[in-house]
């Protein structure tokens, strides 16, 4: 079983930058997609951005130039660089490890609180 761990979250202003980390052992050995997600209060959660296995990456239209989805094969860890964050980036951040090894339904993590000052 892969079980996400984030971590990293806490408060910014905005302009400024945070970095989430997930750490889910397994997950490049099995070939699990990984994805950030974010749920702000009284909203749906919403898929945020994505990493495959062969390292193809995609973005939310509302995070697309700003934030940056990375990993360390070696650590069984994917990053969430988000720069120039805005008020509405506000959320809680969740790791979902997915796909091929990890089941279609997968694996998520227990979130960690973003919170962007204006």
């Known amino acids: 079983q892969v079980q996400p761990v984030e971590s990293g979250g806490g408060s910014a202003q905005a302009g400024k930058s945070l970095r989430l980390s997930c750490t889910a052992p397994?997950?490049?050995?099995?070939?699990?997609?990984m994805g950030w997600y974010r749920q702000a209060a009284g909203q749906e959660r919403e898929w945020v951005s994505s990493i495959e296995p062969l390292d193809d990456t995609r973005y939310a239209d509302s995070v697309k130039g700003r934030f940056t989805i990375s990993k360390d094969r070696s650590k069984d860890t994917v990053y969430l660089q988000m720069d120039n964050l805005k008020p509405e980036d506000t959320a809680i951040y969740s790791c979902r490890a997915y796909g091929h090894g990890c089941g279609p339904d997968g694996y998520w993590g227990q979130g960690t609180q973003v919170t962007v000052s204006s």
């Open positions: 397994g997950f490049s050995s099995n070939n699990c997609i």
